[in-house]
């Protein structure tokens, strides 16, 4: 049964080819945001919570590079109110599936809607603020927690043997 209709998902799938370096990046953005945002999802502390938003920063604040987002346009906070209706959580969780989606009919499908992942990438990144604003944590704490994080983990810049290494799980 499932032999027979893998065969035929395989048919209907998007054929494999290499990629730019940019769809690469685009790809790298999506999948850590969205790893990151259910690792927030299921974060059982404060300190995993803070952790995760620190990770999620990082995607965004690389984001912005990928897309030629200019960081000077960023607002720099977006502040909770109790009284919204919708949930941070979820709001933030919502902006990065929209994201996330318009990466892969980009990359994988080959649609070009060159303006939308950055508007996308925007409502990521006011929902990011939002939901640090109602977590009670600022950027600079969290850009200061994910330096010296990664200052522990890379020498000097990203290698997959220090990667794999993970020197800043090691002194928990």
């Known amino acids: 049964m499932l032999s027979d ?6 048919l209907k799938a998007a ?3 290499a990629l730019p370096s940019l769809h690469f990046e685009l790809l790298h953005v999506a999948l850590g945001l969205s790893t990151e945002i259910l690792e927030l999802h299921v974060s059982s502390s404060r300190k995993n919570t803070v952790e995760e938003l620190e990770d ?4 965004s604040v690389y984001g912005t590079h990928v897309l030629g987002v200019p960081v000077e346009a960023l607002p720099l906070e977006i502040p909770y109110s109790p009284k919204d209706n919708v949930l941070s959580l979820d709001r933030l969780i919502a902006s990065i599936e929209e994201f996330a989606s318009l990466v892969k009919k980009h990359v994988i499908y080959g649609v070009d809607q ?3 992942p950055q508007k996308a990438f925007m409502r990521v990144w ?3 603020l939002y939901h640090c604003s109602a977590c009670n944590t600022t950027l600079p704490l ?3 927690g994910n330096r010296t994080k990664l200052e522990k983990r890379y020498a000097a810049a990203f290698t ?4 794999e290494q993970r020197k800043d799980k090691e002194e928990e």
């Not at 209709?5 to 395989?10: A, E, S």
């Open 5 to 10: 209709y893998r065969k035929f998902v395989c």
């Open 15 to 17: 054929p494999p080819r």
């Open 56 to 59: 999620i920063l990082w995607y």
């Open 114 to 116: 060159s303006l939308l």
């Open 126 to 128: 006011e929902s990011f």
């Open 142 to 144: 969290l850009i200061q």
């Open 160 to 163: 997959a043997t220090e990667s």
